[in-house]
């Protein structure tokens, strides 16, 4: 009743405040009920704050920063008949301006022989070694920090710029995995891949074949990430989406002993066998992370390839796990924003450990449609949501360093105007605009990494 008498009483202030003709100042439309519709010039407010925005600092979480040929860039590579989305075609106009911008490209398209001009210089680049060119190609772009999600370090990359996030989706592959492979054409390019990086990881520890029990390939599993960790591993990622769903379950131990001890030295597990098995050490490794204060990336949106499946790769497969108080103490962090489930994914970040960042998204779709994701997640769980590259190299000519700008401009000005949408709506002030502009672009990723308070 107290409540309805308050209502009450505003509403007589809000008539006498009308019958008075009062305008209300900029001061009093910031503290009153935000609009749907916006009050102000939207665009002079964008114009104001994206000065601002253009001085931030960012904090890059996921990239695949890499010359073209290297193969250490991924764990995964592209299989045949990939489908690009629009904006990342060769034919992107924007692409051009990105060469422009960084490297100031005198053509207007990438024909063969225009491209060569930006290939020669790249390559000159690499040959040159040393750390300067991917730091100069930062500071372009005022990226003070990045996350390289890389199979390992490149030495081109300053580890004091760029910091690196490792995989291990290849410690869930240890058997005969002839029938993994067979599965369809993507698997058939994956599972050697991810072989490859297992026997990388035996031979970093010096284990030349797989151990005789289980409890010796956990010992061997944990020892590998404790020391990435220790060669400047700053978090762990799981590809897992490309090659099974993201819902593990929880089998006990007995079961997973009993199959690696039958299928440890040869014999082709069933995918119920692989499958629970996977599932165990999946939780060994989310273990290990906790102990380790190693944050967890997990791709966790649509993929590459032609089996991907969406279904797989939907964030709240991963419910079970980033709720279970066993690891209250883990940080998750779903990239790519769970991509096309952007509005699940904010949802996700509602429980304190879970976080998530923009990669991919922004650059499969324009800025105006990057503004409108970003303006849900900004108002929802601002503290939560990070800025990411997802910077890759798609040929020769147009490479990480055009993608790095594609992804940092349409950040910049996408979260610019869903900014100015909402201080014109009466939301907040534009001051508090550019603290929320910070939180995305910089301030929760380094607080995330532990490189701020
Ligand atoms: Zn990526």
Redesign the pocket.
């Known amino acids: 009743m107290a409540l309805l008498g308050d209502g009450k009483k505003m509403k007589r202030w809000v008539h006498i405040g009308a019958a008075l003709g009062l305008a209300l100042s900029g001061a009093a439309r910031a503290s009153a009920q935000a609009k749907p519709l916006a009050a102000g010039d939207v665009s002079r407010i964008y114009d104001k704050l994206l000065k601002e925005i253009d001085q931030i600092p960012i904090y890059d979480n996921?990239s695949?920063a890499t010359f073209p040929d290297d193969p250490d860039m991924d764990a995964m590579a592209s299989p045949p008949d990939e489908s690009t989305v629009m904006r990342l075609r060769d034919s992107n106009p924007e692409f051009v301006a990105a060469a422009k911008a960084l490297f100031g490209y005198p053509y207007d398209d990438f024909k063969p022989e225009h491209a060569k001009w930006l290939i020669d210089r790249k390559k000159a680049a690499e040959a040159a070694g040393g750390t300067a060119y991917w730091d100069s190609i930062l500071d372009k772009l005022k990226i003070e920090t990045c996350l390289a999600?890389r199979v390992a370090l490149a030495p081109y990359l300053d580890p004091k710029r760029f910091h690196w996030v490792f995989f291990v989706d290849s410690f869930l592959f240890p058997f005969d995995n002839q029938e993994q492979a067979a599965r369809n054409g993507d698997m058939g390019v994956y599972i050697p891949l991810q072989e490859k990086v297992l026997h990388r990881y035996m031979k970093q520890e010096g284990v030349s074949g797989l151990p005789a029990d289980l409890a010796s390939y956990e010992a061997f599993v944990r020892q590998t990430v404790s020391d990435n960790q220790k060669k400047g591993g700053v978090a762990m990622k799981f590809e897992a989406a490309y090659f099974r769903s993201l819902y593990f379950r929880d089998p006990p131990r007995d079961k997973a002993e009993s199959i690696y001890s039958r299928y440890h030295s040869g014999g082709i597990p069933s995918e119920e066998e692989y499958h629970t098995f996977q599932d165990y050490i999946f939780r060994v490794l989310i273990d290990q992370a906790g102990k380790l204060k190693l944050p967890v990336h997990f791709h966790s949106a649509v993929g590459i390839g032609d089996y991907f499946s969406l279904r797989n790769g939907n964030p709240l497969n991963l419910e079970n796990v980033v709720r279970d108080p066993r690891y209250s103490n883990v940080k998750f962090v779903l990239i790519h924003g769970g991509y096309p489930y952007t509005l699940d994914m904010i949802w996700m970040t509602a429980a304190k450990n879970v976080y998530t960042d923009s990669?991919?998204v922004g650059y499969y779709v324009y800025p105006s449609e990057l503004k409108n994701i970003l303006k849900q997640w900004i108002s929802l769980y601002p503290e939560k949501i990070m800025f990411g590259s997802?910077a890759?190299p798609f040929n020769d000519a147009v490479g990480a360093e055009e993608t790095f700008w594609l992804a940092s401009r349409s950040a910049r000005t996408a979260i610019g105007a869903a900014l100015a949408e909402l201080v014109a709506e009466g939301a907040f002030n534009e001051e508090k605009a550019l603290e929320l502009a910070r939180l995305y672009l910089h301030d929760n990723a380094a607080r995330l990494y532990g490189e701020m308070k």
Request: glycine letters at 0%; hydrophobic letters at 30%.
């Open positions: 996921h695949h999600n990669s991919l997802d890759f």
